[in-house]
């Protein structure tokens, strides 16, 4: 199974990572594609150029064995859309190996709201990583699109190439990219909420500040 995990990544931090690697040991999937995205359609544009957040990102998981940097949404010109990403991996990998789209609890208590959401089902798994003991609240255009579909048990997912949704819990650490952008900005460290050497590429290159 491959993992997606998409993103602003702006910088980087171990808020994305270390879930990131709960779900990659966890559900046993052979790789996780991290992919920054390109132009922002759901949020504000990133302040790092493309091409340095792509650098953080390989600086950041060099050495972790499954995790691999994937450009294609910044060599893609336009909207990062995630189906348009799920429809290149698929032409790819090919229909028939699982794919299992992470996302974060937030995201996926607005997923009816993103672009052909029950199109993203048929081509990929959603893994919705959320901290334990927490849960979606109710929403009827989530819950449509939820019916039929929610596994309780990992294995499942490598049984069908897509359309399952599976609540997996991680470690959740409390850091945001803001966070990080700000203490930059005021001058401290950011040290130890994310990867030093990902810290390395904004001091020499005077981001966020």
């Known amino acids: 199974m491959i993992g997606v995990l998409?993103?602003?990544?702006?910088?980087?931090h171990f808020g994305h990572l270390r879930p990131a690697l709960?779900?990659?040991?966890a559900l046993a999937l052979d790789e996780i594609r991290l992919?920054?995205?390109?132009?922002?359609?759901?949020?504000?544009?990133?302040v790092a150029s493309s091409a340095l957040r792509l650098a953080m990102l390989e600086a950041a998981i060099a050495g972790q064995p499954g995790f691999v940097a994937?450009?294609?949404e910044i060599e893609r010109p336009g909207g990062s859309y995630t189906y348009d990403t799920l429809i290149s991996l698929r032409a790819e990998l090919g229909r028939e190996r699982p794919l299992c789209l992470l996302i974060g609890a937030d995201a996926f208590a607005g997923f009816p709201g993103w672009h052909r959401p029950a199109d993203i089902l048929d081509l990929a798994h959603l893994?919705?990583?959320?901290?334990?003991?927490?849960?979606?609240?109710?929403?009827?255009?989530l819950q449509a699109l939820c019916a039929g579909r929610i596994s309780d048990r990992a294995g499942d997912l490598a049984e069908t190439s897509a359309g399952r949704i599976l609540f997996h819990e991680v470690t959740q650490i409390d850091v945001s990219a803001t966070h990080v952008r700000e203490l930059v900005r005021q001058g401290l460290s950011p040290r130890w909420l994310l990867p030093d050497a990902v810290i390395s590429i904004i001091t020499r290159e005077g981001l966020y500040r």
């Open 127 to 141: 893994v919705v990583m959320q901290r334990p003991g927490a849960s979606v609240a109710p929403d009827p255009a």
């Open 6 to 12: 998409g993103g602003t990544f702006d910088p980087i």
């Open 35 to 46: 992919i920054p995205l390109n132009v922002a359609v759901h949020r504000a544009p990133p």
């Open 70 to 72: 994937d450009p294609r």
């Open 22 to 25: 709960d779900c990659l040991q």
